[in-house]
């Protein structure tokens, strides 16, 4: 962030400091367990678990980076007990360039699983993805302002980046809601369960961009409200990307199923017996 850090009470550092270092921990378990659950597909749907991969890996290495501005840029001032800022900026671009590059896989990753019919795929990932890009390209310029008022800069971009989201959300309930009733019933249920995750995870992202308009002075940042939206932005990440490929992983093992791929989770094993 651009704005001037304020100073923070070590319950505050600490649990901002905390939540990144969880976030990176959960970010490589699922990486892992994403990698390895690829075996347990039919290889058709092995790519989805291989976006959603890509997606914590990339969360996981600007989760790092993250955490690591974020010990930077303050110190602990051992007279007052409490931490100060030390001069050296938190980059809050690693959270944005993150959901740049993640947020339109995140959209492809729910197309490809499920396997719409030949030529449509490649429209709806465009058009999710590219509305993915816009809206956060849009947040950007509000979340880095000084300015957090309503009816300024923050306000402003945080409108226009509705937009995009809104279009996302028009797409996801009507167009795939379609495709979403041709599937067999556990699969419908399955995918619908995803597509609300996201409607609710991703709604929460809006509502922690809004916590400086709300809840502290303008123009400047409060201690509550800048631990506030670090932890929001990092509860609501842990969930659209691990959490989210899970419910996908749940989708493509149940589709396997269906499709009469011996998903092999549950087979004995072979013994040797007389
Ligand atoms: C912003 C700015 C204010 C308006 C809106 C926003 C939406 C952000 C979203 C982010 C989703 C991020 C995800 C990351 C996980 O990988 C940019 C906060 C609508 C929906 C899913």
């Known amino acids: 962030m651009l704005q001037e850090l304020p100073t923070l009470s070590p319950a505050q550092y600490s649990l901002v400091y905390n939540m990144f270092s969880f976030t990176v921990a959960t970010m490589a378990a699922a990486f892992v367990f994403f990698v390895l659950a690829q075996k347990n ?6 790519i989805s678990m291989m976006v959603s991969a890509l997606v914590v890996f990339i969360a996981g290495y600007h989760y790092f980076r993250i955490f690591n501005s974020w010990e930077g840029a303050y110190a602990l001032n051992q007279s007052m007990g409490a931490y100060e800022p ?65 009816f300024g800069t923050r306000g402003l971009w945080g409108f226009l980046s509705t937009l995009p989201f809104l279009y996302l959300l028009y797409v996801l309930f009507t167009e795939l809601g379609d495709t979403i009733q041709k599937q067999s019933s556990e699969v419908a249920t399955l995918l619908g369960n995803a597509r609300l995750l996201l409607l609710f995870t991703w709604g929460f992202y809006p509502l922690v961009y809004m916590v400086p308009m709300a809840f502290s002075g303008y123009p400047t940042e409060t201690p509550g409200t800048i631990a506030a939206i670090q932890v929001g932005y990092t509860i609501a990440d842990v969930l659209a990307k691990a959490g989210y490929g899970v419910l996908i992983y749940n989708i493509a093992r149940q589709k396997s199923i269906e499709e009469g791929f011996d998903v092999g989770e549950y087979s004995e094993p072979v013994t040797a017996s007389a």
């Open 86 to 150: 030390t001069g050296e900026p938190f980059n809050d671009a690693y959270r944005y360039v993150d959901w740049l590059l993640t947020v339109p896989l995140l959209t492809v990753e729910l197309v490809l699983v499920m396997d719409l019919p030949k030529g449509e795929s490649g429209w709806m990932a465009f058009k999710l993805g590219f509305a993915a890009a816009l809206m956060i390209a849009l947040g950007y310029p509000g979340e880095i302002s000084g300015d957090a008022s309503f």
């Open 41 to 46: 597909l039919a290889p058709k749907y092995r």
